[in-house]
């Protein structure tokens, strides 16, 4: 591992309960990830700052879906733990969990022929009980979780006959119904055009700022990363290489040491984050490679 920067110790939502600064409701502690016999990450400890909006970076294949699969209760380490609120999250119940943290995945398959207010209506499933399946509580959850991710047009309309971005912005929808504190989201920005990737980006700064929620993202644009997180981690090969805040972490070093790709950084001159200028490579750089 390289020498760390050192760590940084809206619509559709209600705020969250304030916490003491610093808590980490969410962390990964000493985990073995993978799939079968496959290792993808060895002792992975990770802790996700309260109320931050964390953004995972690094190249394909480095861990990051796995980690976010890993803190959502998909995948279970074969060593170690994933902790929420101080208890091994296999110790909850589905149910608990999912009134707790939210996970978009990386790709999601609609059933045949359920529509866009059907589908969003779905995410309200852990606020309901036994008998009172359906209220005005989760009525107003679903509409304002549509109206923030611009999908009301579409509520009639059936999700396999939509356009990517359009699904995309529907799982959103789904997701932010859910109303849960802690939002897990692999690539989110997938299928969008660039408008619709900052209104997105912008819809989360907002869940994170104005409503407290926490976010981990997976994200591939590093530029985008840098002007949206509070939070950074950096991961090659299955290890975080890096965390801390943008300025922290995204250096012309960095990035060459894990994604080998040399570049300049500047300042943004909208959001005074880094910005990444990616260098060309020398005819001899590019036959090395």
Known sequence: MSSAPVPVTRPGSPPVAARPAGDTRLEAVGATLGYDRR?????????????????????????????????????????GAVVLDGRAIASYRAKEVARVLGLLPQTSIAPDGI??????????????????????????????AMAATGVLDLAGRQVDELSGGQRQ???????????????????????????????????FADLNTHRGHTLVTVLHDLNHACRYATHIIAMKDGTVVAEGSPRQVITADLVHEIFDLPCRIIEDPESRTPLIIPLRRTEGERATR
């Open 39 to 79: 290792v993808i990450c060895d002792g992975l400890s990770v802790r996700i700052p309260d109320r931050s909006f964390t953004v995972v970076v690094g190249p394909n294949g480095c861990g990051k879906s796995t980690l976010l699969r890993a803190l959502s209760r998909l995948v279970k380490p074969s060593a």
């Open 115 to 144: 529509t866009v207010d059907d589908l969003v209506a779905r995410g309200r499933y852990p606020h309901q009980g036994l008998v009172q399946r359906w209220s005005a509580a989760d009525r107003e959850a679903v509409h304002a």
């Open 169 to 203: 912005r529907v799982w959103v929808a789904m997701l932010l119904a859910q109303q849960t504190p802690l939002m897990l989201l692999d690539e989110p920005t997938t299928f969008l055009d660039i408008g619709h990737q900052i209104e997105l980006l912008d819809l």
